[in-house]
C-alpha cells in the first residue's frame, strides 16, 4: 500500500470513530427529531427535564417517587402560578408537564400542539394515558378546547379564575373590560375578520361539552366573586351550568380568606389540599 493511500485510511478511520463518538453522546442524552438537546435543572428541589418540543419552550418536573402508572397533571400558561398545588402533587408522585403555546388562546393551532405534545410524553415518559388538566385565567381556553376534543385522555380539569368564553375576556363584550391588544392577538390566532364573526363562534369552552361529560370527567373550579378581570357570571358559572345540565360533576370554590390583587383575579386558594385531593381521587 502506498503511503498516500494509507494516509487516507488512517484519515478516514478517524473521523469514522468521532461521527461514532457523536452518535453515542446523542443517544445518551436522548436527543430525537422531536425535540433539541434536554437540560436538567431543579424546581423547588425537584428534577426538571428542560427541552424544545417543536420549537417550543417546555419542561417535566420529577417526582421523587413516582406513584404507579406515572399520573400527571399538565399545566397551562402561567404555569408557576399558584405552584404550591404543583409542589404538593410532586410529593405525591405525580409528574408536572408544560409546553408553552402562549399567545395561541386554546386556538386549534394550539390544540395541535398539545395533541403532539401529550403524544410524545406518553410515548417516551411512559406517563399514564389519563392527564389531569390546570388552567389558570386564559389556560382555560387551552384546558377545555383541548380536551373536549380528547375527553377520553381526561382524568379531571381543575380550572382557576379561568376564562370559558372569549366574549367575556379579552373581548370585553359583557362586564369585563377585557384587552384589546389580546382581543386582537386572538382574533388573528383565530383568523376572525371582524368582531361579528366573533360572536357567533360557537366553540368556547362553555360550548360543546357532551363529550366530557360522556367520558365522566369530573371538573373544580376555584374562583373570587370580586373578579372583575374574568368575572365568574360570564365565565365559570356558565360552564359549570352548563355542565350539571348535560348531568356532569361539577364543584366550584369561592375563594376569600387570603389577599386578592388585580380586581380580585389574583387570589389565594383558600384549600390548596383540597385541590390536590380532587386530583388524586380522580386519577
Avoid at 405525580?94 to 390544540?111: E, I, K, L, R
Avoid at 356532569?248 to 380568606?257: K, L
Wanted: positive net charge.
Amino acid at each position: 500500500m502506498s503511503k498516500a493511500l494509507k494516509s487516507i485510511c488512517l484519515w478516514r478511520s478517524k473521523w469514522a470513530s468521532v461521527f461514532s463518538v457523536v452518535l453515542l453522546l446523542a443517544s445518551v442524552l436522548g436527543y430525537s427529531q422531536r425535540t433539541d438537546l434536554e437540560t436538567r435543572a431543579v424546581w423547588k428541589g425537584f428534577q426538571r427535564i428542560e427541552f424544545q418540543f417543536e420549537g417550543r419552550e417546555a419542561h417535566l418536573t420529577l417526582p421523587e417517587k413516582p406513584l404507579p402508572g406515572n399520573p400527571w397533571v399538565w399545566r397551562a400558561r402561567f404555569p408557576d402560578y399558584h405552584a404550591e398545588i404543583d409542589s404538593l402533587l410532586l410529593l405525591k408522585g405525580f409528574h408536572v408537564a408544560y409546553v408553552n403555546t402562549d399567545n395561541q388562546f386554546g386556538s386549534p393551532a394550539a390544540v395541535q400542539v398539545w395533541n403532539g405534545f401529550y403524544d410524545y410524553l406518553v410515548k417516551k415518559y411512559q406517563l399514564k394515558s389519563k392527564v389531569a388538566l390546570h388552567g389558570h385565567s386564559r389556560g382555560g381556553l387551552f384546558i377545555y378546547n383541548w380536551a373536549k376534543q380528547n375527553a377520553e385522555k381526561i382524568a379531571c380539569i381543575y380550572a382557576d379564575a379561568v376564562v370559558c368564553d372569549f366574549k367575556s375576556w379579552p373581548a370585553g363584550f359583557g362586564n369585563s373590560e377585557g384587552s384589546k391588544k389580546d382581543w386582537n392577538k386572538l382574533k388573528a390566532e383565530y383568523k376572525f375578520k371582524t368582531n361579528d364573526e366573533a360572536k357567533v363562534y360557537k366553540n368556547n369552552p362553555i360550548d360543546n361539552l357532551e363529550h366530557l361529560v360522556a367520558a365522566g370527567v369530573p371538573i373544580l373550579h376555584t374562583i373570587s366573586l370580586n373578579d372583575k378581570v374574568v368575572p365568574p357570571e360570564e365565565n365559570t358559572l356558565v360552564l359549570v351550568n352548563n355542565y350539571i345540565r348535560l348531568g356532569g360533576t361539577a364543584t366550584v370554590s369561592p375563594c376569600s380568606s387570603g389577599v386578592q390583587k388585580s380586581k380580585g383575579h389574583h387570589y389565594q386558594i383558600d384549600d390548596p389540599d383540597m385541590v390536590v385531593d380532587f386530583i388524586l381521587k380522580n386519577n
